[in-house]
T-cell receptor, first 114, second 112 residues
Framework: DVKVTQSSRYLVKRTGEKVFLECVQDMDHENMFWYRQDPGLGLRLIYFSYDVKMKEKGDIPEGYSVSREKKERFSLILESASTNQTSMYLC?????????????FGPGTRLTVL | AQSVTQPDIHITVSEGASLELRCNYSYGATPYLFWYVQSPGQGLQLLLKYFSGDTLVQGIKGFEAEFKRSQSSFNLRKPSVHWSDAAEYFCAADTGGFKTIFGAGTRLFVKA
């Protein structure tokens, strides 16, 4: 069974802390994604990666960075967490560049920044 | 601008009743279209997808969706809803690049 796992289901951090969210996939997919999910806004793409060490900004990259040192792992970093980054964060992976291939999602990390 | 619209924020149906969730898209050309379901505390799971060909697409869990080019719609249907179908449903569109555009979601409530 295909699997995307995220390091934490729930996380509580304080304003100004550096936060790491980790995602691991076991499907040997080239492409990995970080989304943010907020009520009434659906999913918005933060960053994606199409290969090891390669990354591209999505629609809302401000305040975030990413790292992909190994094919199976994609990390989202909040350099200095702020309260407006309180949200659900979803990681996904897919094999092809886009279009016909299915995205597989992790269970999500619900981050609260106090 | 490209967009996906789900007009209904939430819908309540009785168990055993039929269901239709609406989705409209705005793209220059017909995109690839998807429906995902998110159960409480879970990630998104693909229900079905449309690329070309037959406009009626069958998915998992007894769901189907119909693509209507003239209406720019891709509505999700199920003939008889079960209590376990209570979840949030997302319509999404993709033109073959890296970016998938998601609708805001429709939360389905099922009453006994």
């Amino acid at each position: 069974d295909v699997k995307v796992t995220q390091s934490s289901r729930y996380l509580v951090k304080r304003t100004g802390e550096k936060v790491f969210l980790e995602c691991v996939q076991d499907m040997d997919h080239e492409n990995m994604f970080w989304y943010r999910q907020d009520p009434g806004l659906g999913l918005r793409l933060i960053y994606f990666s199409y290969d090891v060490k390669m990354k591209e900004k999505g629609d809302i990259p401000e305040g975030y960075s990413v790292s992909r040192e190994k094919k199976e792992r994609f990390s989202l970093i909040l350099e200095s967490a702020s309260t407006n980054q309180t949200s659900m964060y979803l990681c996904a992976s897919r094999s092809l560049a886009g279009g016909t291939d299915t995205q597989y999602f992790g269970p999500g990390t619900r981050l609260t920044v106090l | 601008a490209q967009s996906v619209t789900q007009p209904d924020i939430h819908i309540t149906v009785s168990e055993g009743a039929s269901l239709e969730l609406r989705c409209n898209y705005s793209y220059g050309a017909t995109p690839y279209l998807f429906w995902y379901v998110q159960s409480p505390g879970q990630g998104l799971q693909l229900l079905l997808k449309y690329f070309s060909g037959d406009t009626l697409v069958q998915g998992i869990k007894g769901f189907e969706a119909e693509f209507k080019r003239s209406q720019s719609s891709f509505n999700l249907r199920k003939p008889s809803v079960h209590w376990s179908d209570a979840a949030e449903y997302f319509c999404a569109a993709d033109t073959g690049g890296f970016k998938t555009i998601f609708g805001a979601g429709t939360r389905l409530f099922v009453k006994a």
